[in-house]
């Protein structure tokens, strides 16, 4: 069987014990630089499969600190504390001599399977097989997800002087499938545009500087998942100066909410000087 | 003029170029530990007032890896990336030999006055001289700010088997009054009560293990609220197995949204043992 290109781009070599070595994959090529989602993915997984690493994931928080170029990149993972149950990790992705290109911390923990609560409901939508793939190609790591989107695909058309809505629903898949994990679930949860290009409907200067990442399902309840489309609602509250949030969840085709994602994104006005 | 207790909370004595030494505030105390927003704002301080940090505030994650004793703890706050508009930082707290009580990072970038956009409203409430203080005395860190609710205070005599209300809004307004920068606002983001509580109408084993911070005002729109209290709203998406997310939002009287804040919060059932 051949290695999915996820699993390609996140593979990583031990050049010491907290720290590994790994390549930027065209695959998931973005613009400037390798999609987001693979870059936070990596520095989890050089946490989540240390051998020092208990409990299931609960958080994590990646910064974007600087594109990457093509090549080699080096990843530092290390425990900053292991409590009965709980464990904080602090992670840094460095390439050359450039310092780092991007830092994390991630919390892992035990979960008892104890009192639950559910405020929020997936919204109701058509089947992922009754919807038609998103047209979204070029972009490399864009080709590597069916994105299905219900509500708030980008128009690119339309009069960019009227606001676009910033909300989002939308079906995502691996293509080619691959069954859902903690690392995969990672990244999507960077897989949504940013939403100043649905507000303004055009392509400006922007990037993700900052990721939060909450887990609300066990790898247990991921791989039930297996490869089949989740259901993605993304939406931002502010764009203000230069940065707008964003917070995504994820969910399960039965209606198991996965994770919930918050952002901060970098946005310059169409046409300016990054 | 006597220094408020939040900046005595905060004080921080250089040890070396990025390292700090400061010590825990009893009028901060919480049950056992300090307050967390305490810790976050010394945290933030240390990056804040280097020398070598360029920018207005963005984000800040911290992470509550351990309660602290009382007594004196280490700051250690690096640059670990500088761009053109965006500097990202690493920091780290620990106490004696027992390894990092709390780990954050910290983003702060240019904010050039450009295009915004606003998609939420601050709840329509009377003023804050319009209510009455609501009691929460007795903890140290609860005294040190007068919080008034207009909707979601925990409800301690409601029947338990019935789930509360996990929304709250309520003004907020330090005490002794103090006006508002970036590290007050840190503080605030932190002070919501956990949404466990709210939920079970009960003290149960919680703590807020993640708590990430956007902002969404300048140092400049912080000095223009002065001593003013804020409106804070606070809500949960789901609790599940141990933990549960909590999502805030800080605004100005006059209708400003200063910062959102999300954060993972550890819950145990009633009567369990951590």
């Given at each position: 069987m051949t290695e999915h290109p996820f699993d390609a781009a996140l593979a990583l070599d031990p050049i010491a014990d907290d720290a590994w070595h790994g390549r930027t994959s065209d695959a998931y090529w973005n613009m400037v630089g390798p999609f987001g989602g693979v870059v936070a993915a990596a520095l989890f997984r050089a946490?989540?499969?240390?051998?020092?690493?208990?409990?299931?994931?609960?958080?994590?928080?990646?910064?974007?600190?600087?594109?990457?170029?093509?090549?080699?990149?080096?990843?530092?993972?290390?425990?900053?504390?292991?409590?009965?149950?709980?464990?904080?990790?602090?992670?840094?992705?460095?390439?050359?001599?450039?310092?780092?290109?991007?830092?994390?911390?991630?919390?892992?923990?035990?979960?008892?399977?104890?009192?639950?609560?559910?405020?929020?409901?997936?919204?109701?939508?058509?089947?992922?097989?009754?919807?038609?793939?998103?047209?979204?190609?070029?972009?490399?790591?864009?080709?590597?997800?069916?994105?299905?989107?219900?509500?708030?695909?980008?128009?690119?058309q339309g009069d960019k002087a009227a606001p676009g809505a910033t909300r989002s629903v939308l079906w995502i898949r691996n293509d080619p499938p691959r069954s859902l994990d903690a690392v995969g679930l990672v990244a999507l949860c960077d897989s949504f545009f940013g939403r100043i290009l649905h507000l303004r409907k055009q392509m400006v200067p922007f990037g993700t500087v900052s990721m939060t990442a909450f887990f609300h399902a066990t790898p247990a309840d991921l791989a039930a998942v297996g490869d089949a489309a989740v259901l993605g609602v993304a939406d931002s509250r502010v764009f203000d100066r230069g940065f707008h949030d964003q917070t995504a969840e994820l969910w399960s085709a039965d209606g198991r909410l996965l994770a919930t994602s918050h952002q901060i994104v970098y946005y310059r006005d169409p046409g300016s000087d990054r």
């Open positions: 946490a989540q499969d240390h051998p020092l690493r208990r409990g299931d994931p609960v958080a994590l928080t990646v910064n974007f600190c600087a594109a990457l170029a093509k090549g080699a990149f080096a990843v530092v993972a290390r425990p900053a504390r292991t409590n009965r149950s709980t464990q904080h990790w602090t992670m840094e992705m460095s390439q050359g001599d450039g310092g780092a290109v991007a830092t994390a911390t991630a919390l892992f923990g035990t979960r008892p399977d104890s009192f639950a609560h559910r405020l929020i409901s997936p919204p109701a939508v058509p089947a992922f097989d009754m919807m038609p793939r998103t047209p979204t190609g070029g972009l490399g790591w864009t080709d590597r997800y069916d994105f299905r989107f219900v509500e708030g695909a980008i128009d690119w």
